[in-house]
């Protein structure tokens, strides 16, 4: 986004949420809320890079539908390639996601092994790495659906408790490797049960329960540029 031939280069790797956390300055990205109707905002490298020097360089790296097996193909390329200062991994949802409503989710057991086949390509090559944790799928308890894809009480219960798993395998990696944490399910299912008093399925930090609206991304923003400035 910033260009400069001596610039650090910050890269974001991920599925759809970082796919959609860039877009061309002056151009924002349009949604169609289901609370709020349409509206434009800008995503959260985007908001970012308005905040950084002009010698940092960010990347954004985001395929939607990926999980961390759409990760190992293509992170030589997109990551070790560019030979990065700082590299934010963030995935995790389609993992859980699609267990549920296609099938093709990921073990956690695949989960934490290709992570950890990253992770360790990426700091042998001496970049920061900042690990995140998957937000959410839905922001109430009970009942929802994403997609026109219905789930009932029961397996929302089991998909709360996968991220909450998933979460921990990124903790215990941040640990293992000493990579910073950026502990994003925590922040958002804080904010949600602080705020959702009406328990709605979508609102606050998303428009669909899982993909960020305004101020999701403002607060992903927030949190991430403590590690680049």
Same mark, same amino acid.
Not at 84 to 90: L, S
Not at 220 to 228: S, V
């Given at each position: 986004?910033?260009?400069?031939?001596?610039?650090?280069?910050?890269?974001?790797?991920? =599925?759809?949420?970082?796919?959609?956390?860039?877009?061309?300055?002056?151009?924002?990205?349009?949604?169609?809320?289901?609370?709020?109707?349409?509206?434009?905002?800008?995503?959260?490298?985007?908001?970012?890079?308005?905040?950084?020097?002009?010698?940092?360089?960010?990347?954004?790296?985001?395929?939607?539908?990926?999980?961390?097996?759409?990760?190992?193909?293509?992170?030589?390329?997109?990551?070790?390639?560019?030979?990065?200062?700082?590299?934010?991994?963030?995935?995790?949802?389609?993992?859980?996601?699609?267990?549920?409503?296609?099938?093709?989710?990921?073990?956690?057991?695949?989960?934490?092994?290709?992570?950890?086949?990253?992770?360790?390509?990426?700091?042998?090559?001496?970049?920061?790495?900042?690990?995140?944790?998957?937000?959410?799928?839905?922001?109430?308890?009970?009942?929802?659906?994403?997609?026109?894809?219905?789930?009932?009480?029961?397996?929302?219960?089991?998909?709360?408790?996968?991220?909450? =798993?998933?979460?921990?395998?990124?903790?215990?990696?941040?640990?293992?490797?000493?990579?910073?944490?950026?502990?994003?399910?925590?922040?958002?299912?804080?904010?949600?049960?602080?705020?959702?008093?009406?328990?709605?399925?979508?609102?606050?930090?998303?428009?669909?329960?899982?993909?960020?609206?305004?101020?999701?991304?403002?607060?992903?923003?927030?949190?991430?540029?403590?590690?680049?400035?």
């Amino acid at each position: 986004m910033s260009s400069c031939d001596n610039s650090s280069k910050v890269i974001f790797l991920g =599925d759809s949420i970082t796919q959609n956390a860039v877009n061309i300055k002056g151009d924002a990205i349009i949604i169609n809320d289901s609370i709020t109707g349409y509206h434009e905002y800008s995503g959260f490298i985007t908001l970012i890079d308005e905040k950084i020097n002009d010698d940092i360089k960010l990347i954004g790296k985001g395929v939607g539908g990926d999980k961390v097996s759409d990760l190992l193909p293509r992170y030589e390329e997109d990551v070790l390639s560019l030979n990065p200062d700082i590299v934010f991994i963030y995935i995790g949802i389609n993992d859980v996601w699609h267990k549920y409503d296609y099938g093709t989710g990921t073990d956690i057991d695949l989960y934490e092994t290709g992570l950890r086949q990253i992770i360790s390509d990426i700091k042998n090559q001496g970049a920061k790495i900042v690990l995140c944790t998957p937000t959410l799928i839905g922001e109430n308890s009970g009942e929802f659906t994403l997609v026109n894809q219905f789930k009932d009480v029961e397996t929302m219960e089991r998909m709360n408790a996968d991220l909450d =798993d998933f979460s921990d395998v990124i903790r215990k990696l941040s640990k293992e490797f000493n990579t910073e944490l950026l502990d994003l399910r925590d922040i958002f299912m804080t904010y949600v049960s602080e705020n959702n008093h009406n328990n709605k399925p979508s609102g606050l930090l998303t428009y669909d329960g899982v993909h960020l609206n305004e101020l999701g991304g403002k607060t992903i923003a927030d949190e991430m540029i403590k590690f680049i400035n």
